[in-house]
């Protein structure tokens, strides 16, 4: 268990229809990361949060936005979905804001159909 | 452009013997590399890194080796337990900042060790 809780697991829903993904870093860890994972790529890098605020941007769609919350669990919105927005979000955290280890949670298995 | 790359999706090995991964990188700004393991249903977790100021870095039955000439590095699992089946995830990073300061991950290789 690597102390990052994400909820849902599982989400099933319709194109064109808006959900929100929620994570909850490790203790006293300040930074959250999300990442998505569809079938044939890799971990894409899509935002992070240092201390509430945002600290790097990647490849994160305009439809997508992420905040966090004072008491530094965050939210990931995904609107106006489309079917290729189907994957898994990774979410992770880490104690400080650069280049470390990062610990991850279990994910949230996105359907869109 | 995959600035992070893993040529074998799948690898096979027999128990007890060396397994190794390997995985290239293109930007040369990244100088911390780390391997990341992920069974079904789990999230990716953290393996070993190494530093681009070293070339090996040993951590029990893995090692990971760095060759920044190359631009390549490679982790070696010696012996191969059939626990280690798993698929993993080379990742890289620049210390600069920004997006780059993130991690970028490959797409990972599937490793299978058979009994």
């Known amino acids: 268990d690597s102390g990052v809780t994400q909820t849902p697991k599982h989400l099933i829903t319709a194109t064109g229809q808006r959900v929100t993904l929620r994570c909850s870093p490790r203790?006293?860890?300040?930074?959250v990361y999300w990442y998505q994972q569809s079938l044939d790529q890799g971990l894409q890098f899509l935002i992070q949060?240092?201390?509430?605020?945002?600290?790097a941007k990647g490849n994160i769609l305009e439809r997508f936005s992420a905040q966090q919350f004072p008491d530094l669990h965050s939210e990931l919105n995904l609107s106006s979905l489309e079917l290729g927005d189907s994957a898994l979000y990774f979410c992770a955290s880490s104690p400080g804001r650069d280049n470390e280890k990062l610990f991850f949670g279990s994910g949230t298995q996105l359907s869109v159909l | 452009d995959q600035q992070v790359k893993q040529n074998s999706p799948s690898l096979s090995v027999q128990e007890g013997r060396i397994s190794i991964l390997n995985c290239d990188y293109t930007?040369?700004?990244?100088?911390?590399f780390l391997w990341y393991k992920k069974y079904p249903a789990e999230g990716p977790t953290f393996l070993i890194s190494i530093s681009s100021i070293k070339d090996k870095n040993e951590d029990g039955r893995f090692t990971v080796f760095l060759n920044k000439s190359a631009k390549h590095l490679s982790l070696h699992i010696v012996p191969s337990q059939p626990g280690d089946s798993a698929v993993y995830f080379c990742?890289?990073?620049?210390?600069?900042?920004?997006?780059?300061?993130?991690?970028?991950f490959g797409k990972g290789t599937k490793l299978s060790v058979k009994p």
């Open positions: 990742a890289a990073s620049a210390s600069n900042g920004g997006s780059q300061g993130n991690l970028i």
């Open positions: 203790s006293g860890d300040l930074s």
């Open positions: 949060y240092y201390n509430g605020e945002e600290r």
């Open positions: 930007n040369s700004m990244f100088d911390y």
